[in-house]
């Protein structure tokens, strides 16, 4: 009797989850066609036309699941913000995503157009196009759509209008105030976004953040950010002989411009890679607790250094993620003269170097900025930031022209926060699985100027998979992180906080 029981058991638990896989994969499906209607709508964020067009067509579909929506004006693109009704006594989660996508260079793709989605299959060392009715039947997880914007950034959008659905089917009440803002500038830093949160404050006020942006960590685990780190440049040119000069005239005698530059970039790191400018790594510090979230991402040495084919990485952390908790000093780019087949006998008039910052809370653009440039004058150059004139190159021997970028500051929300602990725990719980938790990614989402200005939690909850090659031709979505994706939302918002 007991056995029967049990087994009944078994079968009505076994049920209940495969009419679950039925009703995801049913979503799925509908997801896909979503994906290819919203992506044929050409996204260039450089293009105003395909930017509106986007703008009508997510009103539309918005709306048809019951939110209220509004075109944000801004002094760049418009933003697009939908709300579901609220109620006083629920917390708001405020979601960003964005809509607009990195232009296409359709020669590149393996695609005759890249908004028209295709739908490939995984074949050995290569992909294989399939028909979309193939799908109809039952979804392999392992297939993919192949169009622009498909994870960078339709993707997730489609994925929580699916989960909305499926929430209404379900007749689940979301124990939460649902905001949706939608950028169309990310491709383009988002330029006009801190001034819009400003004059917006009120309609984006929420208790927290939801970034659905980006990939999973590389081990395809669920994945939850805490911040990004910000950037900033600097461009440094020496200059020699006001013109290039023949080297057999004048070598030896002419101070050239490339050793200037290459000495002084010399004095500002060690072998080991750790910059040597005083102040430059001040106020950071990584307690026991930040150590044990560093160590606990499962990534490989090994796999990183094969993949970079390096034989030692550089030492400013005894880890990778440990390493991306500091600011960066990188040369982007060095010039002087021309080189390979094009290389001249001379003495060239000078030498450049592009440097990029990535920033830490701890280490403010401007503050390292300035002390870079200390640094340089300490090494005996006069620093300009414009191109010095006759008079000037006769008055000093080391000359320096700097020019500075802008600054887009790093975030970074505190490990212990009570909605970063509800997020982890309702991934962990939703999909069984342990969450890799990133401190601070080493790449730079142009949205802290934003979250700077809302002070509320921010986190960034990934959707898509590692290997989408966004930004790049060929991008694309795995059908499976459409399955995830629709998984994690349905977790949070059905999720009530404790
Ligand atoms: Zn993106």
Redesign the pocket.
Known sequence: MKKIFLLALCLAAFSASSQEDAQLKRQVRQAINEIRSFVKIPNDALDHADINRNLTWLEKTFNARGFNSSILATEGESLFFASLPMVDSKPTILFY??LD?QSVDPSKWNQPDPYEVVLKSPEVDNWKNQAFEDLNEDIDYDWRLFGRST???KGPIVMFLNTIDLLNENEVEIPFNIKVILDSE??RSSKPLPKAVKTYRELLEADFLVIN??PVHVSGKPTIIYGCRGITTLSLTTHGPVKPQHSGHYGNYAPNPGFQLAQVLATMKDADGRVRIEGYYDGITLDENAMSVLKSVPDDATTINTNLAIKTPEKVGTFYQEALQYPSLNIRGLGSGWIGDQARTIVPESATAELDLRLVPESDGRKLKDLVKTHIKKQGFHIMDTVPTRAQRMAHDKIMTITEGNVTDAFRTDLTNPYGDFLVNTLKTTLNEDVVQIRIMGGT?PISPFINELKIPAFIVPMVNPDNN?HSPNENLRIGQIAYGIRVFYGLLSTKMQ
Do not use: A, K, Y
């Open positions: 995503m964005h996508g994870s960078d950034d990310e491709e942006d980006g989402v966004q």
